[in-house]
């Protein structure tokens, strides 16, 4: 029994291998905080921080730059069943407390927010394949791989379970809008 426990325990660990990197190249620290605005890790400007800047992922969850509800959301989500191992990823502009708004420029006249504060690009670095397994690039607030409002399914990309992800901050070399509200 102890055998069986401990080879399932083994194969579970494998399989949810998922594994975000992240890196800053904006030229102000970011705060890396999840949901519930608990802090997770500082990134100064021009560091990287492996293995999910030692934070435990839950099977839901996200990454964001500051306390603040005005911020994009990278998030996460782990589904680990027979046959569907994924982690399913995107990265939310949604501005908060939208409703049921039906178009980004609809949830902005509504909450008079944003829901944007830092440029992210996220890569798949083993499955990207370009379809459902690809790299997002967020550069602005209406950015075209964004979640832009709550029904805006066809952003939710996925992975294989072991994954790993580069999460880049103010990606160099991209046309980053470079937000204020990143500096507080």
Request: hydrophobic residues 35%.
């Amino acid at each position: 029994m102890v055998r069986s426990y401990i080879g399932i325990t083994a194969w579970i660990t494998a399989v949810v291998a998922v594994e975000f990197r992240f890196t800053n190249h904006c030229n102000y620290t970011i705060n890396l905080f999840g949901g519930g605005n608990v802090p997770i890790c500082e990134l100064r400007p021009h560091t990287t921080r492996n293995n999910n800047c030692n934070a435990t992922l839950g099977t839901q969850g996200l990454f964001k730059h500051n306390a603040t509800n005005e911020a994009n959301l990278l998030e996460y989500s782990l589904i680990n069943t027979p046959g569907f191992n994924q982690v399913w990823y995107d990265i939310s502009n949604i501005p908060p407390g939208p409703g049921d708004c039906k178009s980004f420029e609809h949830c902005k006249a509504v909450t008079n927010k944003t829901g944007f504060n830092v440029p992210m690009h996220v890569a798949p670095t083993k499955y990207a394949n370009g379809a459902n397994c690809r790299v997002l690039n967020v550069t602005k607030e209406d950015s075209e791989d964004a979640y832009l409002f709550p029904s805006d399914d066809l952003k939710t990309h996925d992975c294989p379970l072991d994954e790993v992800f580069n999460v880049t901050f103010c990606h160099p070399g991209l046309n980053n809008t470079i937000s204020l509200r990143g500096l507080y």
